[in-house]
């Protein structure tokens, strides 16, 4: 390339073609931009099932680019922070996605947890009368979230005169666990002997017996004549 000065050329590289002229320069202004970094990871969350979404991780930073949030490695990534309802395990994938024609940071993953909530018990009929029949306490789930329904599978009837023991086994709604307190004594009583009733008595008025008349009445008949 060469620069033109009047009427006579100096090349790029400063040389001069004329000793009439001083050489000429180009100057250009640039700025060297810092790679893509991922300065604070996404943090897995251990949650607790509430009944309501939860965010899976805690966000992460970067510089020089943004992080994008996806459940799947391959799906759909988004700037929102997946959340998540149920309990259950959760793999969250993220990656940086460079600016200002910065590289990319491929997809790594966290797991998250959401764990079941304990339930209380409830127990009902813990006694019984003997009846030749099968026996057992019933049991229900206390401390559910907002309007969950939530049944509980009780084992350990029995028809046999005595004292013994239920256990809450399972549970209907899969975000709730039982708690370790989960047994409860219960008791088949004999049947109660029919007492004799005893008989009131009634309180009646004292009464006086007759007076009978004791003795002989003598008729005499005497005949008449015309």
């Not at 996806?70 to 259950?88: H, I, Q, R």
Request: with cysteine; hydrophobic share 25%; aromatic share 8%.
């Amino acid at each position: 390339k060469l620069a033109k000065s009047g009427e006579t050329f100096v090349n790029s590289d400063g040389m001069v073609e004329s000793r009439a002229y001083s050489p000429a320069s180009d100057s250009a202004k640039f700025s060297i931009l810092s790679d893509t970094s991922l300065t604070k990871k996404p943090a897995a969350k251990k949650l607790t099932y509430n009944g309501e979404a939860q965010a899976l991780v805690a966000e992460g930073k970067a510089d020089g680019g943004e992080i994008l949030y996806s459940l799947s490695k391959d799906g759909e990534y988004s700037k929102n922070v997946p959340t998540a309802k149920d309990a259950g395990e959760y793999t969250v994938w993220y990656k940086v996605k460079g600016i200002d024609g910065r590289k990319d940071i491929d997809p790594d993953s966290a797991k998250a947890t959401i764990t079941k909530k304990t339930v209380g018990l409830e127990w009902s009929d813990t006694e019984f009368t003997y009846d030749g029949k099968e026996h057992c306490p019933k049991a229900s789930a206390t401390g559910l979230a907002g309007s969950d329904k939530c049944d509980v599978t009780v084992t350990g009837a029995s028809k046999e005169i005595g004292k013994h023991t239920a256990k809450a086994v399972s549970l209907s709604n899969e975000n709730y666990e039982l708690p370790t307190d989960n047994t409860k004594e219960f008791e088949i009583k004999e049947e109660p002997k029919q007492e004799e009733q005893k008989e009131e008595k009634e309180e009646k008025p004292e009464t006086k017996p007759e007076k009978k008349l004791e003795g002989s009445v003598s008729i005499q008949m005497k005949s008449f004549y015309y």
